[in-house]
């Protein structure tokens, strides 16, 4: 008997009698048996219903995705075409001065690559840790596709006596291993010494960290821009009468309407030194014609045109909120005896605050990964962290770096996402 | 004597006009007088400007013409924080991110209460309401009961002299809206606040108030304690409006004084008393309550007129037997009947004749 005892008078005991086993159903099955096979009907048709969705995401998000971040830490360039010298690198200490077996091993890879075709391959895999290599892999392939003889080291430093750079050495020994952090590295302005210690890049090519900082900077101010804009007229949306409200609504979804390239063309119209702008403010006199002002081109020309076009991810949860706050809560207050200041800081404020967070996570979301408009507008100050990633993966074509670049990103919005959960809770997230 | 209370008015409208659309009136001149300590209800039906009146003299709406005076002082251009006014909303209007205790401290701390006053306030409050260990409770935690407690504890915690309640009950099942009832009217004799309470209830507003004003159409249409309301209205919508009610159509075919002989459309010939009748000849609709119709001959006074009457339905309501009747061409003619041991029982399709004293009909202006 497991009845529980509270004090002497009171006993509870199980109703089915003294088994103390599981429930069971009439006819003594368990119970949880028979639940689940009465369910597993309605489930298996659960899942064939959603399955083609399933697939859909799958083949063109969760596996393109996931090849792309795998470039970031994973390159075989090197070690697929050159196993010979990536054995000798696997054997050997870091540091170990070339002997005669790795310069065979070198050459042979040379031109077992070179007579395959792949020698580009490893070029550019070991030019992407250790700029203007390139070159030396596919010329000297050139030289050694009919065949190479001994002595291996004295015929390779002849064709080029940059084979003998210990820093070339290093690099492909990093290069060997074709699971890499260097990617990582690179996309923090870090880099790895002959030793393989970990170092800052020379100060002129320290790029990406400023990037990341100024990308996060003007995400957060466009956020707040379009919080300080976007916060008056949803609550105009929210109040006006029905008809009014519509028509405002259309005037806010309209440049959602508009091709983003349109309208980012239309912010050059306005914008430019000889544009509308420009051009007005000197008819009326305020600046002369020679001081005309830089609004475009540059980070105040991103600022300006992101901000309206990400002002309307903000309205709209903040309207979807705002619309379900009942006016008597600030009549509430306004009887209780607070002005109508405090009404709206203390009472109607709060309220708002779900719709804010998903306006504002919205909207800085997409600014950090934004990439046309500061293409467009942001001259060279006004370029993000994505106009860097789009230019490795059409331009330098180093995909890795694109990939590692990217990861960091994600990494960093999920840090953020996670930090707003504990500090908010995402549960408070009304997108509409 | 209600009338002479105009010295001593707490709440006072004079002359109140209310338009939105400068196209209509939704109050059309409004004169109203609340003595302190009194209970006030607004009945009407919606759209009878009775929430509109409520609205005015809490400050969200400005009245168009006219003065609402509080305690003498004329507040039209005060703001709704300056009237020091206590309301009950609706919906409650509980701060939905504030807890219990938040929410009843929110006014204290506006007006600058210090701590230690504004927690032995708090708690004396919910004391008041029997809500002292939901303190730290979100409103959203709370059955629609406990919620309608904690809107009227926050009501009152800032000692306000008059309450407004705009359909405070409207929003919660038939037993406890009874209760609820009760308890308010307990806390108004209690503190001895003025409260103006608004409903469309006429059960509420009968059980509850010193005095009731029947709105419709812009216009009190009668302001009266309950049972003058119930047993004298004044008019036909009055009649119609509260409690259940037989209309019947005819004409003033005798009056001497408030003695009147109305001649039904169909022939029959009644008594009634005429209420807002002038002359012989005029159209009127006389009203009679179902449970003042008889149709036992012992029951009636002497020479009172009956008519005839056919039973088309009897219905079986545990207290009270309700039975539907044709009388001068209308089926609708309702007659209750109390159900004790010795009473006759009517069958449908029995034909009965039925009276009644003079004074329990009422000829009033035609519907």
Not at chain 1, 1 to 30: E, H, Q, R, V
Not at chain 1, 82 to 102: C, I, K, Y
Not at chain 1, 404 to 416: E, I, Q, R, S, Y
């Amino acid at each position: 008997m497991t009845a529980l005892n509270f004090g002497d008078d009171m006993a509870i005991t199980d109703p089915s009698g003294p088994a103390t086993g599981p429930l069971t159903t009439a006819d003594g099955k368990p119970l949880v048996k028979a639940l689940a096979r009465s369910q597993a009907r309605l489930r298996r048709k659960a899942f064939f219903l959603v399955l083609p969705l399933l697939a859909f995401v799958l083949i063109t998000f969760v596996v393109p995705i996931g090849q792309m971040l795998q470039r970031s830490f994973y390159n075989d360039g090197f070690s697929a075409n050159m196993p010979l010298t990536s054995a000798w690198f696997a054997q050997t200490e870091r540091g170990t001065v070339p002997d005669d077996a790795a310069w065979q091993a070198l050459a042979l890879d040379l031109q077992a690559s070179a007579e395959a075709r792949n020698i580009g391959t490893v070029g550019t895999r070991v030019n992407y840790d250790m700029p203007g290599t390139r070159s030396l892999f596919t010329s000297t392939g050139r030289k050694v596709r009919r065949g190479i003889d001994p002595p291996y080291q004295q015929t390779l430093l002849e064709i080029d006596d940059e084979w003998a750079d210990p820093q070339l050495w290093s690099t492909m020994r990093e290069a060997s291993k074709p699971y890499t952090a260097n990617f990582y590295l690179a996309s923090v302005d870090r880099t790895r010494d002959a030793e393989g210690n970990i170092e800052q890049v020379d100060e002129r090519q320290r790029v990406y960290v400023m990037l990341f900082w100024r990308t996060f900077w003007l995400s957060g101010l466009i956020t707040a821009l379009t919080f300080v804009l976007g916060f008056p007229i949803a609550h105009l949306l929210a109040t006006l009468p029905m008809r009014k409200s519509n028509l405002l609504m259309i005037l806010v979804l309209l440049p959602f309407w508009t091709s983003l390239l349109v309208r980012t063309t239309s912010w050059m119209v306005l914008l430019q030194q000889q544009g509308v702008i420009n051009d007005l403010l000197v008819w009326i006199g305020i600046i002369p014609d020679g001081q005309r002002w830089q609004m475009i081109y540059n980070q105040t020309g991103t600022i300006i045109a992101m901000t309206h076009i990400l002002l309307p991810f903000m309205i709209l949860p903040l309207y979807s909120v705002m619309r379900t706050i009942n006016p008597s809560y600030v009549r509430a207050a306004r009887s209780l005896g607070a002005t109508s200041w405090t009404a709206f800081r203390r009472i109607y404020f709060p309220q708002t605050l779900p719709g804010l967070g998903a306006g504002a996570m919205l909207v800085f979301i997409l600014a950090v990964g934004y990439y046309i408009t500061p293409a467009l507008v942001g001259g060279s100050s006004g370029q993000l962290i994505s106009n860097m990633i789009a230019q490795h993966m059409t331009g330098t074509l180093n995909w890795s770096i694109a990939a590692a670049l990217a990861a960091l990103l994600l990494g960093a919005v999920l840090a953020l996402y996670w930090l707003y959960d504990r500090l908010v809770g995402v549960d408070n997230l009304k997108l509409g | 004597m209600r009338e002479d209370r105009k010295g001593d008015a707490f709440v006072e409208f004079e002359h109140v006009q209310k338009s939105y659309d400068g196209q209509t009136l939704v109050v059309k001149d409004l004169n109203l007088s609340i003595a302190k300590g009194e209970f006030v209800t607004m009945l009407g039906p919606s759209g009878s400007g009775k929430t509109t009146c409520l609205m005015m003299l809490a400050g969200f709406e400005t009245a168009t013409h006219g003065d609402i005076r509080l305690d003498g002082r004329p507040i039209n251009q005060v703001p709704p924080h300056k009237r020091g006014i206590g309301m009950v909303f609706q919906n409650y209007a509980l701060f939905p991110h504030m807890t219990v205790g938040e929410n009843l401290s929110f006014p204290l701390e506006v007006r600058g209460l210090s701590r230690d006053e504004r927690e032995t306030r708090v708690k004396r409050a919910l004391d008041m309401v029997q809500m002292g260990d939901f303190i730290n409770r979100r409103p959203a935690q709370l059955s629609g009961g406990q919620q309608q407690r904690i809107a009227l504890a926050r009501a009152l915690v800032f000692d306000p002299q008059l309450v407004l309640m705009d359909e405070p009950l409207g929003a919660l099942d038939k037993q406890l809206r009874e209760h609820m009832q009760f308890e308010i009217k307990n806390l108004h004799e209690q503190l001895g606040i003025t409260v103006v309470y608004v409903t469309h209830d006429q059960g509420e507003a009968l059980t509850m108030s010193d005095r009731v004003a029947v709105f419709n159409d812009g216009r009190i249409q009668q302001l009266a304690p309950p049972a003058e309301l119930y047993e004298r209205p004044e008019n036909s919508f009055v009649a119609g409006f509260i409690g259940e009610n037989n209309a019947l159509a005819g004409t003033i075919e005798q009056l001497d004084d408030d003695k009147a002989l109305v001649r039904l459309d169909d022939g029959g010939l009644i008594d009634a008393t005429a209420v807002n009748i002038r002359e012989k000849g005029q159209r009127t609709t006389v009203s009679i309550r179902p449970e003042r119709v008889e149709f036992k001959p012992e029951m009636m006074p002497e020479g009172a007129h009956t008519i005839e009457a056919q039973v088309l339905q009897v219905i079986y309501m545990g207290d009270i037997l309700r039975a539907r009747l044709r009388v001068a061409g209308s089926d609708n003619f309702v007659m209750k009947m109390r159900n004790t041991i010795g009473q006759t029982r009517l069958d449908a399709g029995q034909t009965v004749r039925i009276g009644w004293h003079p004074e329990d009909a009422r000829a009033l202006d035609p519907i």
